[in-house]
Every structure is written in structure tokens, then in C-alpha cells.
């Protein structure tokens, strides 16, 4: 049974910080790119930073680079995003997603990832 199991997310003050954990079990997660994505409310799925299998290439959206790290431990099965310098703007609920069709490279389009976890809620707020 695949499951995709997020947790990390909660209350955080404007500066402040967080770390994202994603764990993959069931599958070979070594085998694909994988990505973070966020849903703020009211509003649609943006692709927030995506990895390759070997880590070798990340991408991010313009609003959090510089400010987010995506990272994974294979031997863990489990990906990680940390969250410095959080805004207001980053509220949302993030999730984590595993692309079937792509390892060596990684996009940041929701609709290329078919694995998904359940999201954990971020809430930055004074």
C-alpha cells in the first residue's frame, strides 16, 4: 500500500521558520523526482519546489527562493522543504507529490505529479 504522509506543518510568527517532512512508503521513492506544492485558501495549487531522484537538481518558485530548501533522504524515503523568512503570503496548506514519469529532472506543473499526500497546514500570523 502506497502512502504519502506529510507533517511539520502549524502556527508560525512572520521571520520565523519551519521544516517540512514527507514520508514515502510502498514504493521505490529513490526511483522519482518528487515536489512541494501549496494551496492557499480560495485560491489554486501552485508548485512551490520539486527535486530530482539524485537530488542533483531543485527548483523553485520566484516568490520562495532563497527562502525555502527542498532536500530528500532516500534512504529515508522521505523529502523534506524548510521553510526560513516565512511571510503571511506563505499560509496555505502544503503538500508533498511524486512524479511517476520523471527522475533525472523535475517540474513545478501540479497536474505532472501522481502520488499525493493528504497536506499539512502552514499558518504564518503575528
Known amino acids: 500500500q502506497m502512502q504519502v504522509a506529510e507533517s511539520g506543518g502549524g502556527l508560525v510568527q512572520p521571520g520565523g521558520s519551519l521544516t517540512l517532512s514527507c514520508k514515502v512508503s510502498g514504493l521505490r521513492f529513490e526511483w522519482y523526482a518528487a515536489g512541494w506544492f501549496r494551496q492557499a485558501s480560495g485560491k489554486g495549487r501552485e508548485g512551490i519546489s520539486c527535486i530530482s531522484d539524485d537530488g542533483a537538481i531543485t527548483k523553485h518558485t520566484d516568490s520562495v527562493r532563497g527562502r525555502f530548501t527542498i532536500s530528500r533522504d532516500d534512504s529515508q524515503s522521505t523529502l523534506y522543504l524548510q521553510l526560513n523568512g516565512l511571510e503571511p503570503e506563505d499560509t496555505g496548506v502544503y503538500y508533498c507529490?511524486?512524479?511517476?514519469?520523471?527522475?533525472?529532472?523535475?517540474?513545478?506543473?501540479?497536474?505532472?505529479?501522481?502520488?499525493w499526500g493528504q497536506g499539512t497546514p502552514v499558518t504564518v500570523s503575528s
Open positions: 507529490a511524486l512524479d511517476s514519469r520523471r527522475s533525472s529532472f523535475c517540474v513545478l506543473d501540479d497536474h505532472e505529479y501522481q502520488w
